[in-house]
């Protein structure tokens, strides 16, 4: 009971310090929903590379062609390769004569050309697709499946399939650091608002220490008024994330440049990153106002 009541107290002096000193909480405010605005922006840049990289891997397959000297037996000897590879994580197998077939129903033009094509005279090879557990180890896996014997052509869009993962894993890692380096920031803006505060308020815990307050009852409003200040903070930060990626999402209709870079959809992920985001303004709010309480007076 004796810490429930000391609770309410402090939540009480808490809201009765920020409104005191509005102008600082107003600061603190301020530099808390600018720096999470930019946070939101970040989280969600990142979560959605991350999501582009799952399509990729979910779509990318690597096309094995057999040479035209490989006989049924043969294609089975490749199926083991392929199958003992670590990194092979599904695959499917078309002889040359499903090959055929699928293209002829695909287009007429191919219909007609292949028509007259049979047997040996068809340049058309046994294939194996071959999805991959690691998109970023394609390479790898590709040039093990290329020194198979009777594989003749491995193909899986290199060079472009390398940039765009060397891209987007470039992206995503700048993104963890930028959303690290903002909150760190704001900890530190905090800490400095914090004390301002504390600085003014001196005397009234010189008198608290006096009565024989402890530290934990001295520092608890501190707290709790960052904790207040990183939910204020968070409000502008939530409203944007919430309208302003729904807004992004509907303008480039749920896409970008093509539809293998697919966005998240809007629900449930603007509600995720919003809670995350309040949690993020709330950490900050209370570790600034702790950090500022501790290494500013000394407590």
Not at 44 to 63: P, R, Y
Request: aromatic share 10%; glycine share 6%.
């Amino acid at each position: 009971m004796k810490l429930f009541r000391m609770l309410k107290r402090s939540i009480r002096d808490a809201f009765k310090s920020a409104i005191r000193n509005f102008s600082l909480s107003l600061a603190s405010i301020s530099c808390i929903t600018i720096t999470l605005i930019i946070v939101a922006i970040a989280i969600m840049a990142s979560l959605n590379v991350q999501n582009f990289t799952k399509v990729i891997e979910k779509d990318l397959t690597i096309v094995v062609f057999l040479d035209n000297e490989a006989t049924p037996e043969d294609a089975e000897l490749v199926k083991k390769e392929i199958k003992n590879n670590s990194n092979v994580e599904s695959y499917t197998f078309k002889s040359k004569d499903e090959v055929k077939k699928q293209m002829q129903e695909e287009s007429d033009v191919f219909n007609t050309v292949l028509d007259g094509w049979e047997g040996k005279e068809s340049p058309l090879k046994d294939t194996f697709q071959v999805k991959v557990k690691k998109v970023e180890d394609i390479a790898k896996t590709a040039n093990k499946i290329k020194g198979i014997e009777h594989v003749s052509v491995v193909r899986y869009g290199e060079g472009m399939v390398d940039k765009m993962v060397s891209a987007f894993s470039s992206i995503e890692k700048a993104t963890y650091i930028v959303v690290i380096a903002l909150v760190v920031v704001t900890v530190f803006l905090i800490i400095n608002t914090i004390k301002l505060t504390i600085s003014a308020r001196r005397r009234e815990i010189s008198i608290m220490r006096l009565v024989g307050a402890s530290n934990f009852t001295i520092k608890t409003p501190f707290i709790i008024e960052g904790m207040i200040l990183g939910l204020f903070g968070s409000i502008v930060p939530v409203i944007f994330t919430t309208y302003g990626y729904l807004a992004f999402y509907n303008h480039f209709d749920g896409h970008l440049f093509s539809d293998l870079i697919r966005l998240i959809k809007p629900e449930p992920f603007i509600y995720n990153t919003s809670v995350v985001v309040v949690i993020i303004g709330i950490l900050v709010g209370m570790v600034g106002s702790a950090g500022a309480v501790r290494k500013y007076l000394k407590i």
